[in-house]
């Protein structure tokens, strides 16, 4: 069994084509979906590394599920 799985590999590798290379161009902005907690933390960070960061949340308000807790952990504040 093996010594066939070996052959019919080798077999496929003989027909492989070459991927050709694109080029693409890139930009350093950076797409964040979801005005969560982490989506909040990920677009400052990427922020503050120099990035053009799009935040878009499908709320009219962001803050994700953390605005429906009353507090927080560990420090009790208040999360709205």
């Known amino acids: 069994m093996a010594k066939e ?3 019919a590999g080798v077999a496929r590798a003989a027909r ?3 991927v050709p290379e694109r080029v693409v161009p890139v930009s350093d902005a950076v797409l964040v979906i979801g005005g969560g907690v982490a989506g909040l933390q990920s677009a400052l960070d ?8 799009y935040l878009v949340e499908q709320n009219p ?6 605005s429906m807790l009353d507090r927080t952990f560990p420090t009790d ?3 709205i």
Do not use: F, Y
Not at 46 to 53: E, M, P, R
Not at 61 to 66: D, N, P, R
């Open 5 to 7: 799985q070996v052959r």
């Open 16 to 18: 492989l084509e070459v």
């Open 46 to 53: 990427l922020a503050n590394q120099g990035h053009k960061v």
């Open 61 to 66: 308000t962001i803050g994700g599920k953390m």
């Open 77 to 79: 504040d208040c999360s």
